[in-house]
T-cell receptor
């Protein structure tokens, strides 16, 4: 099956720093990728839809200036958490949609902001 | 706005017991329905999906789900669970004709199967 990778798998940073998370589709091209946030014991919350070559579409309540998304190629989308604070600590998951409607999820990135 | 509700937050079963996890959604139009599973330490994987046709869909590992339109439900079932089924289960909905691909997830159900 299709594989989606995320890097890093976990990151610890100091408050005020920025962190970049990469999402790659390894064996297919993804014109659309999605970024989710998962809190402990909670569901996945869609943050934004990342479209290759265009601006991301953010869900209501998600600060686009804080969570910068870049989808520069058909196999890579990045999420940058700018000026991270402890409340940004979470599990961030990306998914990539292939040319059909199938969506494949990455393994997630655990962000801890001290 | 669309929403998905999973009634069972934490289910504990013994091996060979039958499983049914509830999922209800709120949307009056046509939807695509999914069940995903997240095994400990692993990424989300698709168990099964319903787009159209036979409302009883079969997925991997012996799971099945039934779409009941009148009840806005898509419950997941398995006749006999195994210890390896211990995982987090998520129901999700995608609205047809809208911004396809956007998945709305339920809260998740933690299934613990005792050997």
């Amino acid at each position: 099956g299709a594989v989606v990778s995320q890097h890093p798998s976990r990151v610890i940073c100091k408050s005020g720093t920025s962190v970049k998370i990469e999402c790659r589709s390894l064996d297919f091209q993804a014109t659309t990728m999605f970024w989710y946030r998962q809190f402990p014991k909670k569901s996945l919350m869609l943050m934004a839809t990342s479209n290759e070559g265009s601006k991301a579409t953010y869900e209501q309540g998600v600060e686009k200036d804080k969570f910068l998304i870049n989808h520069a190629s058909l196999t890579l989308s990045t999420l940058t958490v700018t000026s991270a604070h402890p409340e940004d600590s979470s599990f961030y998951i990306c998914s990539a949609r292939d040319i059909g409607t199938r969506q494949f999820f990455g393994p997630g990135t655990r962000l801890t902001v001290l | 706005a669309q929403s998905v509700s999973q009634h069972n937050h934490h289910v504990i079963l013994s091996e060979a017991a039958s499983l049914e996890l509830g999922c209800n959604y709120s949307y009056g139009g046509t939807v695509n329905l999914f069940w995903y599973v997240q095994y400990p330490g692993q990424h989300l994987q698709l168990l099964l999906k319903y787009f159209s046709g036979d409302p009883l869909v079969k997925g991997i590992k012996g799971f099945e789900a039934e779409f009941i339109k009148s009840k806005f439900s898509f419950n997941l079932r398995k006749p006999s669970v195994q210890w390896s089924d211990t995982a987090e289960y998520f129901c999700a909905v995608n609205v047809q004709g809208g911004n396809t691909g956007k998945l709305i997830f339920g809260q998740g159900t933690t299934l613990q199967v005792k050997p």
